[in-house]
């Protein structure tokens, strides 16, 4: 069975109070304000990527609320406000989600890594204000088993990953109807062509790509694609530990080139970010993590706006608690923007949501009563910064007109 939380779960004891967003000031003009502290009793160990539609972000946690202790699906505003658990998994439905919400229209399909009718995972659908819930499919091993991550849709179709089962036990590729109608396995991973994946699949056309944590040349994890119909696979690129191993989450595509993170590897052996073309070209280790900046990036992908990439380590910074950062996509201009502390929260698994200048998402452990914590993180918007920059130099050349005249 695949150990929960990775050996880092603890025992936390819960107090149900309702905690008010907090905000902290940090470096660069920036804002961090916790708009929720989990208790136990409204959910604890919250995981993944919070999913926005309009000012409400939604997302599920690892454990408690209710008596089942099997985790939630939760929504809150943007500012903090209106937090509400609408659904406890109690095994039958499913139990422990360690992935993110997919949203299309009024409708959120997501999986638990264990419970259904074989206790290996389920998918899922319900709706956005808690009703309809609708147990989609449940894994029986043989067809897959404990998925991890999320699902990506195109049109009327589910693709995700398991990271264990099938026929080799090393986990599946595999897509299914959003009415949890016609599941197939497009890919039953061997090892060689990877094992054991953790994250999402990227979409682009008619192609996916994903990553696995084991497996692939050097055993150390692979870059792959594949068709939405389940042909053409093809292994992009495998890790050799000193240029990233053990890949836990997702691929960030833009244009011909995908960025990604790795769990371990690099000269820090604290794991990497990286850049590769979509045919398996041009690999490009951008980053390694030395815990000063930042170690082991878990369950997450970079987030892309401009040319600019944000993410999470699980690990590391000020407090080895975890980090927030920023990165160019050549390479350049690494920024740690937050480190947590345990108080503010700590322990982040998941990527970031981006909505206008604020990144909103979630650290699992921390906070007020231990249990994990939902976040927002201001940052500078580059528009705001160029006109700031133009004003000055202008102002100055004035300034120094004015001198010579």
Known sequence: MLPRRWALAAAFACIAVMLSPVQSPVAHGQTYTVLHSFNGAD????????????????????????????GTIFSIDTDGSGFHSFLSFNRANGAYPQGSLTLSGSTLYGMTCQGGTSNYGTIFSINTDGSGFQNLFSFNRAN???????????GSTLYGMTNQGGSNDH?????????????????????????????????????????????????????FSINTDGSGFKNLFSFNDANGSGPLGSLTLSGSTLYGMTWRGGSSNLGTVFSINTDGSEFHS?????????????????????????????????????????????????????SFDNANGSLPYGSLTLSGSTLYGVASDGGRYSDGVIFSLTIPEPSTLVLLGIGALGLMGWAWRRRRA
């Open 171 to 223: 986990g599946a590729v595999f897509s299914i109807n959003t009415d949890g109608s016609g599941f197939r396995n497009l890919l039953l991973f061997d090892g060689i062509n990877g094992s054991r994946p953790f994250g999402d699949l990227t979409l682009s056309a008619s192609t996916m790509y994903g990553m696995t944590d084991f497996g692939g040349t050097n055993g150390y994890g692979n870059v």
């Open 43 to 70: 959910g604890k160990w919250p995981y993944g990527t919070p999913s926005l539609s309009g000012s409400t972000l939604y997302g599920m946690t690892d454990g408690e609320y209710g008596t089942s202790n099997y």
């Open 144 to 154: 897959g088993a404990y998925p991890t991550g999320s699902l990506t849709l195109s």
């Open 286 to 338: 951008l980053l390694s993590f030395n815990r000063a900046n930042g170690a082991y990036p878990f369950l997450g992908s970079l987030t892309l706006s401009g040319s600019t990439l944000y993410g999470m380590t699980h690990n590391g910074g000020s407090s080895n608690a975890g980090t927030v950062f920023s990165i160019n996509t050549d390479g350049t201009g690494y920024q740690r923007l937050f």
